[in-house]
């Protein structure tokens, strides 16, 4: 007999499965936004760990009940599911709340685009939001000619990636080269024939042009590829990925450039957006597109470099340490072997900044990053390297525009990305 999970006397409160795949290295950021929202509205949440077997039958690393799918329905009459990345088919949800005797299905909400959009409710990043800062990052090359490697076939977030990409470009006036061959897409499976693949669609790329990967494994590829092919980046190949996972972008050599998704935004807003259809089952909510947060440069775009090696050491050396205890100018220059005076004019004429400018802007962008997870302010201070909050609160407001307070209210209430 299945175990009993006792229910709530409350008759507002909503039961809600989470389904995620065993492995996934943007979704720790991701469900952090789901359990703030679910923990906010009183939810009960249950994660589901999915997998597929090799013939594609549906398995469950962890799930509320050892049983199927139809089990678990039975056991917790969920109102809604919010999927990931669709782990789990239309077709078997219906099946489920079937076998269970559930009067309805369960409202379904996919985060991440399903493989089949028509019909379907979804939040995902906005595609259009990352290519424009993707392209607005690679013009600053001056480059003519731009190009989009895809993940892999049948992917319609990469698909779309590359579309808006290609789009924006020929807007621009610049042109656009498409990876000839999707089946041969290097992201998903990497073998000799898609190797070959990426190879041969480089070399052939007129030079200098400026690509835009689908996602930061993809782009760790084309790196590799580039090295083996002998082109500079970002001198003959300028690279920009989506994600900014920090272990890939900052052990890829050069370091990797990457449009950071707000994914904690993306999880809250899907389960936001299933909160409200459960209040309001008859009215289907439309899609959802949450734009990105930033572009985190890094030395596969920082066109100084092919000005000034030394400012670029500097800018990387202050990317990777500008948040630790003590860190100052000083410590930048050093990097530079240069003198002070000397660094600082090569700096300035170089970049257009300051090194304390440049070191409060890395400061600042990763402040804005952690105040989105909810981190105190003072703690967020004492984290991003400084030692002082009033100087912390100073600084923000200097180069964001407004309070560190009024920052922080308006991108809760939804109002900021």
């Not at 509320?64 to 239309?90: A, H, N, R, W, Y």
């Not at 789009?167 to 061959?181: I, Y």
């Not at 689908?214 to 690279?239: K, Q, S, T, Y």
């Not at 930033?294 to 990777?320: C, H, M, P």
């Amino acid at each position: 007999m299945a175990k009993r999970i006792s229910r709530p006397l409350a008759s507002d409160s909503k039961t809600v499965l989470l389904a995620i795949p065993q492995v996934g290295e943007v979704l720790p950021r991701t469900l952090s936004g789901v359990y703030r929202l679910a923990k906010e509205r009183g939810w009960h949440l249950h994660t589901m760990v999915c997998t597929r077997d090799a013939s594609g039958g549906l398995g469950f690393v962890r799930a509320p009940e050892s049983g199927s799918l139809p089990d678990i329905f039975s056991l917790l009459k969920p109102d809604g599911v919010l999927d990931t990345l669709q782990i789990i088919l239309p077709d078997e949800i219906r099946a489920a709340a079937h076998a269970a005797g559930m009067r309805s299905d369960p409202l379904v909400v996919h985060i991440g685009s399903p493989a089949s959009t028509n019909g379907a409710v979804y939040v995902h990043g906005d595609p259009e939001s990352f290519a424009k800062l993707a392209l607005r990052e690679l013009l600053q090359s001056g480059f003519r000619d731009f190009a989009y490697v895809p993940y892999s076939p049948g992917e319609s977030w990469s698909v779309e990636r590359g579309e808006s990409f290609a789009r924006f470009v020929t807007l621009s006036g610049r042109r656009f080269h498409p990876f000839p061959d999707a089946a041969s897409a290097p992201g998903n499976v990497i073998d000799g024939n898609s190797r070959n693949a990426l190879l041969h669609f480089l070399a052939a790329l007129p030079k200098p042009c400026g690509v835009f990967a689908a996602n930061d494994i993809v782009g760790e590829i084309v790196l590799n590829a580039a090295r083996m092919l002998g082109f500079g980046v970002p001198g003959e190949l300028a690279v920009v990925s989506v994600d900014d996972l920090a272990h890939i972008c900052e052990a890829t050599r050069p370091t990797l450039s990457s449009v950071r998704r707000d994914l904690e935004e993306e999880g809250r807003a899907a389960a936001d957006l299933l909160d409200k259809w459960l209040d309001a089952p008859s009215r289907p909510p439309r899609p959802l597109a949450v734009p990105a947060v930033s572009l985190v440069r890094r030395a596969s775009t920082q066109f100084s470099a092919l000005q000034d090696e030394r400012v670029s050491r500097s800018q990387e050396f202050i990317r990777n340490h500008a948040c630790e205890e003590g860190f100052s100018p000083q410590d930048a220059i050093r990097t530079m072997f240069l003198s002070r005076s000397a660094a600082y004019n090569l700096f300035r004429s170089v970049t257009g900044r300051s090194i304390l400018q440049e070191i409060h802007a890395v400061r600042i962008e990763r402040a804005m990053e952690k105040l989105r997870t909810g981190l105190a302010p003072v703690a967020v201070a004492a984290e991003c390297g400084y030692s002082s909050y009033l100087d912390f609160r100073r600084v923000f407001r200097r180069v964001v525009g407004m309070p560190v307070g009024a920052w922080t209210k308006g991108v809760f209430r939804g109002k900021m990305v």
